[in-house]
């Protein structure tokens, strides 16, 4: 077994190494974990192209497509279960949301990408994606471009905090399993 770690560390290493040198990525991380145990643990690049600060382990990486699968995944167990129903709407459990016509859209148009607020205000700053609160108020202020149900665009920067949101809004805790911090 350990030739084999040996191998996919290097492959790992190579990998990443070739995906800098490229340019296809500026700086990439990649951990794995087997049976609670750290296998890899490899970076490569830089984690801010303005100042060429290095990727370290320890470079906090903003992943908001990675978590969209385990957060759905979440939705279907709680409506599976019956806390939650896909045609919810969402101001019924988060009334902020209601803002700028926003008050018929559904726990079911977001997770179809289809709610109508794919997108974030260009000012939103790293300092404000590290800030749960803050960044549901800005979604809960965020105008529809469309009529929910009517167009599909890929809610990439705003998925996780809408469904997110209801999640924490309907079970008080929050998908990464923490409860919320007291203010």
Known sequence: MTDRLDNLRAEIHATIDDLVCTG???????AAYL??????????????????????????????????GLTATVVHVLAERGHLDYDLRIADVWPEFARHGKDHITLRHALTHTAGIPALPADVTLDDFADWDRMCGIVADARPL??????????????????????????????????????
Request: aromatic share 8%.
């Open 24 to 30: 296809r990525e500026a700086g990439v991380q990649v």
């Open 35 to 68: 049976h609670g145990e750290p296998i890899v643990d490899a970076h490569a690049g830089v984690a801010d192209t303005t100042t060429g600060r290095p990727m370290t382990a320890a470079t906090g990486v903003y992943g908001v497509s990675t978590g969209k």
């Open 146 to 183: 469309w009529t929910p149900g009517h167009q599909l665009a890929y809610h990439a920067w705003t998925f996780g905090w809408i469904v997110g949101e209801v999640i924490r809004r309907v079970t008080g805790r929050r998908v990464g399993g923490s409860p919320p911090k007291k203010g």
